[in-house]
C-alpha cells in the first residue's frame, strides 16, 4: 500500500480508460446541386402552354414558379448528421421504427407516392439516433424515385453506415401514377422489403421483424 490511509478515494491512481469514442457523426447533404428556379419556372409556364393550359389569369399568374418551388422542395432533403453511439449495453434485440411518412416521386411519371415505412435493425457494436431512421428515408426519398430502388437504398445504407448484424426496410406506398390515372386502380398499394444480414438469414428474427411490420402474410 504505497497510499497514506487517509487519501480521499477519488485521488487515487485510476486505470486509465481507453479512449471511447462518445459518438461520431456523418453530415449528410444531397449530391446535385442547388436548383435554378428562374429556368424551373420558365420551363413550368412552357410545359404548361404546350398542354393548351393559359396562365394569364391573376389566380394562376404564379402556377408556373409554385410548380418550380414545389418539385424542388420534393427534390431537397434536408441535410443531416448521421449520429450513432457505441452500444455499451451490448443490446442485440431489433430495433423497429414503424409507421415512418414517406413521400416520393415515380421518376417515370413525376406524380408523387406517398406511403409508410418500417425500418429496423440488429444492433452491433453502434447504434443510431432513432430519429435519423426517418431522415435516412427521407434522403432517399427526395429526388425521382421507383420504390423498390428507394428501399434497396435505404437498406444498403444503413448497413454500410451502421454496421448492424441486420436492416430490414418495408415500404407500402400508393402511386398516383396508378391510381390516379392509368390503371386508375384507386387504394391500391405496393409493399416492398429488403432483408440484410440476420434478418435475412435467421428465420426467427426475420419473422420477428415482418410481424412486427405487418408485412408478413
Ligand atoms: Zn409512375
New binding site residues.
Partial sequence: MTQPPHTPLHMAPETPEPPKPAHTALHVVRSSGEPDLAAAELAAESFLHALGIETGSESMRGTPGRMARAYAELFSPRPFDLTTFPNDEGYDELVLARDIPLRSV??????P?VGRAHIGYLPGSRILGLSKLARTLEHFASRPQVQERLTKQVADWLQAQLDPKGVGVVIQAE?T??TLRGAQAIGSTTTTSTLLGLLRTDARSRSEFLTLTGASS
Fill in positions: 415515380c421518376e417515370h411519371h413525376l406524380l407516392f402511386h401514377c396508378m
